[in-house]
C-alpha cells in the first residue's frame, strides 16, 4: 500500500489494521493453529526419508549401509527429532479433529467424541505394534 | 479442472493425513530415532529386501509414501496463501505444490517396479 492514499469523493475509505508477519505468537492457540498447519512439512520430509531408503534399498547393500550411516550424522539426527515431534503432533491433533470432520451415528444417535477419538488411538496403537513387529523381526 | 478436482484434492488430504498420523510415528521412530542412536539394531539389508519382494509390502509402501506427500501439498498450498498472503501467486503455488507431489509418487512408482 502507498504511504499517500489517494481518495477520491465517494470512494469508501478502507481501514485496515497492518498485521505483523508474527500476528500468531501473540495468542497460544494461534501458535497452535500455525505450528498445526506447518506439521504438512515435516509430513513431507519423512515420506522423502522413506523414499530416500527405498532408493537405497533397491539400489543394494552398500546403498543401504550408506543410508543407515547418514541417518547418524548430528544434523540429520537434530534435524530427524525436531521433525519426530512435528508428526507426532500431526497425529495427536488428527485424532482429536476426527470427531469433528466425522459424525458417526449408531443407532440414530450421534457417537460421542471420545469414543471415537479413542478408537483413533486405539488404531495407532495397534499398527503400531504391528509395524514394529514386521520390521524388527528380520534383524 | 482446478473446480472438478478440487473433491478429489480434499479425499487425498485426508487419507494422506490419516496415513501419515496412523503409520509415521511408528516408522519414524524407528528410522529417525531408535535406529540410528542404538537403541534398536536396524534390519539387515536382506530381511528388508525379502520384505520387498512381496506384492503387498509394495502396494504398501507406495501409499504410504504417494498420499503424505498430496496431505502436504493440499495443506502446505493453503498455508503459503493464507498464511503468507499470496493470494496472487494461487495458480503457481498450486503446480508446484502438486506437481512435487506427483513427481514424488512417480519417483516411489518408479522404484517400486524396479526392485531387482
Redesign the interface.
Known amino acids: 500500500m502507498s504511504t499517500e492514499p489517494h481518495y477520491t469523493l465517494y470512494h469508501p475509505r478502507w481501514y485496515r489494521r497492518r498485521v505483523s508477519?508474527w500476528w500468531w505468537l501473540q495468542n497460544r492457540s494461534y501458535t497452535a493453529f500455525?505450528l498445526r498447519?506447518?506439521t504438512?512439512?515435516f509430513?513431507?520430509f519423512?515420506?522423502?526419508?522413506?523414499?530416500w531408503?527405498?532408493?537405497a534399498?533397491?539400489h543394494?547393500?552398500e546403498a543401504?549401509?550408506q543410508f543407515?550411516a547418514r541417518?547418524?550424522t548430528p544434523r540429520?539426527?537434530a534435524l530427524?527429532?525436531v521433525?519426530?515431534l512435528f508428526?507426532?503432533f500431526?497425529?495427536i491433533t488428527?485424532?482429536n479433529l476426527t470427531p469433528k470432520?466425522m459424525v458417526v451415528r449408531l443407532r440414530g444417535k450421534r457417537a460421542p467424541d471420545w469414543v471415537i477419538v479413542g478408537l483413533?488411538y486405539a488404531?495407532?496403537l495397534v499398527?503400531?505394534g504391528v509395524?514394529?513387529f514386521?520390521?524388527?523381526?528380520?534383524? | 479442472m482446478m473446480r472438478r478436482i478440487t473433491p478429489l484434492l480434499w479425499l487425498m488430504f485426508s487419507a494422506g493425513g490419516t496415513v501419515a498420523a496412523l503409520l509415521f510415528p511408528v516408522h519414524f521412530f524407528l528410522t529417525g530415532l531408535a535406529f540410528p542412536l542404538g537403541w534398536l539394531e536396524p534390519p539387515s539389508y536382506e530381511s528388508l529386501h525379502r520384505l520387498l519382494m512381496h506384492p503387498v509390502t509394495r502396494l504398501y509402501l507406495f501409499v504410504l509414501i504417494s498420499l503424505p506427500l498430496f496431505h502436504w501439498a493440499h495443506r502446505f498450498r493453503y498455508t503459503l496463501y493464507d498464511g503468507l498472503q499470496l493470494k496472487h501467486l494461487t495458480e503457481l503455488i498450486a503446480v508446484l505444490c502438486y506437481g512435487a507431489a506427483v513427481l514424488g509418487t512417480a519417483m516411489t512408482a518408479y522404484l517400486l517396479w524396479t526392485i531387482p
Not at chain 1, 519423512?46 to 523414499?51: C, E, G, I, S
Not at chain 1, 514386521?134 to 534383524?139: E, I, N, P, Q, T
Open positions: 508477519v500455525v498447519e506447518l504438512s512439512v509430513v513431507a519423512f515420506a522423502l526419508v522413506y523414499l531408503q527405498l532408493r534399498l533397491v543394494g547393500p543401504y549401509a543407515l541417518l547418524k540429520v539426527l530427524d527429532t521433525a519426530f508428526v507426532l500431526h497425529a488428527w485424532f470432520a483413533n488404531a495407532w499398527l503400531s509395524v514394529a514386521v520390521l524388527l523381526r528380520g534383524r
